[in-house]
């Protein structure tokens, strides 16, 4: 096993009508690679790692919101040594009244899937903050020695890359990333015409490791704002041309004061004012108009 992975060919394995369900000659890779002697899966979905593990031998427990388990709110059965996560990839494909019937859950177990479907998730920062408590939830089960292997990707909407590696947590020891090719995918045979736009043809696997019972170590990533004028690394054209470029139209030498004013490097320079008129005069990327405001251009001169 190297650190891509293809596999054209998806198998027999899990039910193929299951959207969204990955191909099991990875999940024979990662337990022959790993030597694996347990595995378990909590989202089984089509049941594909149920099936791998049924031909190879190897035992586990395997679950889903089709077979009555709400990971959000149902204590997890058992202390498994190795598990593998498949979540859906936030709203790109709904599950619960889609690939199933809510219906027949209700009527089964008692509880509406819907509510705590993640791929039913409000938004993005929703489905994040979901995937995180079942990724923590989840490895905090795991037997020390364990490992968590996680099947994510990546998806566009409206200009925007939406990444769960980039925002799932990381806990335990990260061992591993692995690029997983995709095939058949929809965007194959589609003409974009945003000529920016790049389809994406692969997953992650990502291997974190549980090396302490008590004690683990976590990576989560944080999102906050950040006003311009609270940094001090930017030097004076880039602080001048950030404002202008957040105003849209010429300002005023009087206004354009304003703006900057507050920013860290006035508060380090008692003659700030004069820096940006010098500033301005300097670069040929500002230039003024006929009533004296002053505009930024696209030049990209020094």
Not at 60 to 73: I, V
Not at 84 to 90: A, T, V
Not at 190 to 202: D, G, K, L, Q, S
């Amino acid at each position: 096993m190297k650190s891509v992975v293809s596999y054209p060919d998806r198998g027999k394995y899990g039910n193929n009508r299951y959207r969204g369900n990955c191909s099991g000659w990875l999940i024979k890779d990662l337990i022959d690679q790993y030597n694996i002697k347990g595995l378990s899966d909590y989202m089984v979905g089509s049941g594909t790692t149920e099936d791998v593990c049924n031909e190879t031998g190897v035992p586990g427990t395997f679950l889903d919101l089709n077979r009555g388990f709400d990971m959000m709110t149902m204590d997890i059965p058992e202390r498994p040594q190795n598990l593998f996560w498949h979540p859906p990839y936030g709203g790109m494909i709904i599950y619960s009244d889609q690939m199933y019937k809510a219906q027949d859950i209700i009527n089964q177990y008692g509880f509406d899937p819907r509510v705590n479907d993640l791929s039913r998730a409000r938004n993005w920062d929703d489905f994040v903050k979901k995937m995180n408590y079942c990724m923590l939830k989840q490895f905090s089960s795991l037997e020390k020695g364990g490992r968590m292997f996680v099947l994510m990707g990546d998806w566009k909407q409206k200009g925007r890359l939406y990444s769960m590696l980039c925002d799932i947590a990381k806990p335990g020891t990260l061992e591993q990333i692995l690029v997983k090719m995709e095939h058949n995918c929809k965007s194959d045979s589609r003409n974009y015409a945003n000529t920016n736009f790049v389809p994406i043809c692969h997953e992650y696997v990502m291997v974190v490791r549980k090396d302490a019972a008590t004690i683990i170590p976590i990576s989560m990533a944080k999102k906050y704002s950040l006003d311009m004028r609270d940094v001090s690394t930017p030097i004076w054209r880039d602080v001048i041309a950030a404002f202008m470029e957040d105003e849209g139209k010429p300002l005023p030498l009087q206004e354009l004061y304003q703006r900057i004013e507050g920013h860290k490097r006035c508060a380090s320079n008692s003659h700030w004012k004069e820096k940006v008129r010098q500033t301005l005069q300097r670069y040929d990327l500002f230039s003024q108009t006929q009533d004296g405001s002053w505009k930024i251009g696209c030049s990209h001169h020094g």
